[in-house]
T-cell receptor
Framework: GESVGLHLPTLSVQEGDNSIINCAYS??????FIWYKQESGKGPQFIID?????DKRQGQRVTVLLNKTVKHLSLQIAATQPGDSAVYFC????????????FGRGTSLIVHP | DAEITQSPRHKITETGRQVTLACHQT?????MFWYRQDLGHGLRLIHY???????NKGEVSDGYSVSRSNTEDLPLTLESAASSQTSVYFC????????????FGPGTRLTVL
């Protein structure tokens, strides 16, 4: 079946470095992608989204890149801080369908001071 | 500020007992969802609702039920708790007009002995 997944389950970086979290998706009908952050003991929190008519979108210290040719999504975090330590999920959805995203398993980001 | 609350935050119960987990939102969102989160599985959809009196099964609905009598609440009932239902449960909401962007509650950690 079609699925959303992440390349790396754990990513360790030093404070101040840039972090890149990758995600592959396989559903060619997906046209809306979301990144969530989940801190320990809390629910997932929306970070940033991107629609398929874009290949890049920037937020505060975060950038999402979408490569539809190879069905790849990435989240870049600039100047990573200890507070960025969390599990990051990518999710995909189709805006013409249900309002239910399909979540990947998550990547754990560990930021060392 | 609008929010989603879940109660209880922690629950220990015995096999065979009926358990109800509460979810209350003040976002006034039509769409509400229940997920369970287990190591190695990520977020899996249990049930969801697009509005009052509407309920739908997700991918792991066996042993669970929901009811939607008003916009604010979507209680999740485990009819006869099993040890396999030990998990962290998250309630989420979403507006009708923005597919995939979900707002999550803080979660309920349920242990079935």
């Amino acid at each position: 079946g079609e699925s959303v997944g992440l390349h790396l389950p754990t990513l360790s970086v030093q404070e101040g470095d840039n972090s890149i979290i990758n995600c592959a998706y396989s559903n060619s009908a997906s046209d809306y992608f979301i990144w969530y952050k989940q801190e320990s003991g809390k629910g997932p929190q929306f970070i940033i989204d991107i629609r398929s008519n874009m290949d890049k979108r920037q937020g505060q210290r975060v950038t999402v890149l979408l490569n539809k040719t190879v069905k790849h999504l990435s989240l870049q975090i600039a100047a990573t801080q200890p507070g960025d330590s969390a599990v990051y999920f990518c999710a995909e959805n189709s805006t013409g369908g249900s309002y239910i995203p399909t979540f990947g398993r998550g990547t754990s980001l560990i930021v060392h001071p | 500020d609008a929010e989603i609350t879940q109660s209880p935050r922690h629950k220990i119960t015995e096999t065979g007992r009926q358990v109800t987990l509460a979810c209350h939102q003040t976002w006034n969102h039509n769409n509400m969802f229940w997920y369970r989160q287990d190591l190695g599985h990520g977020l899996r959809l249990i049930h969801y609702s697009y509005g009052v009196q509407d309920t739908n099964k997700g991918e792991v609905s066996d042993g669970y039920s929901v009811s939607r009598s008003n916009t604010e609440d979507l209680p999740l009932t485990l009819e006869s708790a099993a040890s396999s239902q030990t998990s962290v449960y998250f309630c989420a909401t979403a507006t009708s007009g923005r597919a995939g962007e979900q707002f999550f509650g803080p979660g309920t950690r349920l242990t079935v002995l």
